[in-house]
């Protein structure tokens, strides 16, 4: 067993913290990070800013007179629930990128990720949305998301270390289901979809920290840390109304560890096999993270000393179940 862990899913519902606890632990050095937790300094990977860019592109084509491909229009859900897998198909080769040293030089962004959507799509099992466009709209939207793209793609880039030695990765993602669905979730939909998507290379390293808030306390912090002026954002973007109740509405993670095989780990079933993912709760129902948007020199010291001891806890929790 490795000293620090390699891997950690840093999972929840929308603006339960999970953001928050990511820019707190990019604040600390790496011996802090040991210390308190027993993990790397973090190398962080997220499906938000897909999620935000499929949202551009169907925007795009919808003021352009054509059918939204991902979403029908800004405040709705995925037009194909298969993109749920979709997301987790692009951490997979965000991962084996990192992994490798790559970093992607396409001659256009915009055309790199609409190639990368296509196929993490073709994985899933749903159909391709730019491969079939018509040839003067495609360079038209490449036109247009260009910049955008290739600001992404510039960021991806720059969070790759020189090596992942003493490093953890953190990959953060939310799945969940339509308030008052019965569990199990039905695929794609929930966490035991999601997680059996991810590449055997992930989850032989990984361990889950789960932030523990209730859907009422996702939805009504949702809408305090929107601001529409910045929906791009990690901190402050927004979801849907209809989304969170649609998708958010409750999740599956209660139901996968009241239902392993083994106290405090996450079955995880692949390819005929089945890993059991160590598991740390965090209980963020008092909310002790919100306080990290605020500028770091902002930071108080008591709700600083509040989030780390909260922290401790579940990452005791983690590293018990990871050693029995």
Not at 202 to 208: N, S
Request: glycine share 8%.
């Amino acid at each position: 067993m490795s000293k620090h862990l390699d891997i950690l899913l840093l999972l929840a519902l929308p603006a339960s913290g999970k953001s928050e606890i990511r820019t707190y632990l990019t604040s600390l050095s790496p011996a802090e990070c040991e210390q308190h937790f027993g993990i790397g300094h973090t190398v962080q990977l997220d499906d938000f800013p897909y999620v935000h860019l499929m949202r551009r592109i169907s925007n795009e084509l919808v003021a352009r007179g054509q059918d939204g491909p991902y979403f029908r229009s800004p405040a709705l859900p995925f037009r194909d629930p298969l993109d749920w897998g979709t997301l987790i198909e692009l951490i997979n080769e965000d991962y084996h990128d990192l992994v490798g040293g790559r970093r992607p030089a396409p001659a256009s962004a915009a055309r790199w990720l609409g190639e990368r959507l296509d196929r993490a799509r073709g994985l899933v099992g749903a159909p391709p949305v730019f491969a079939p466009m018509d040839a003067a709209l495609r360079r038209e939207l490449e036109t247009v998301l260009e910049d955008e793209c290739r600001q992404f793609l510039a960021q991806k880039n720059d969070a790759h270390p020189a090596s992942l030695d003493g490093r953890t990765v953190v990959i953060e993602f939310a799945r969940g289901g339509a308030d008052g669905s019965p569990l199990p979730l039905p695929a794609p939909f929930g966490y035991r979809y999601s997680l059996s998507r991810l590449t055997p290379e992930i989850l032989d390293k990984a361990a889950v920290l789960y932030v523990w808030v209730t859907p009422e306390d996702s939805r009504r912090k949702n809408r305090e840390r929107t601001d529409p002026d910045d929906p791009g954002s990690i901190l402050h973007h927004g979801v849907p109304n209809a989304v969170m109740y649609g998708d958010y509405g409750c999740d599956d993670m209660a139901w996968l560890l009241e239902n392993s095989d083994r106290p405090h780990t996450v079955p995880v079933e692949r390819d005929g096999r089945i890993w059991h993912l160590p598991i740390g709760r965090f209980d963020n129902r008092a909310d002790l993270t919100t306080f990290v948007r605020d500028d770091l020199g902002q930071w108080n010291p008591r709700d600083v000393s509040r989030l780390r001891s909260g922290l401790e806890t579940a990452f005791r929790e983690l590293h018990a179940a990871r050693g029995a």
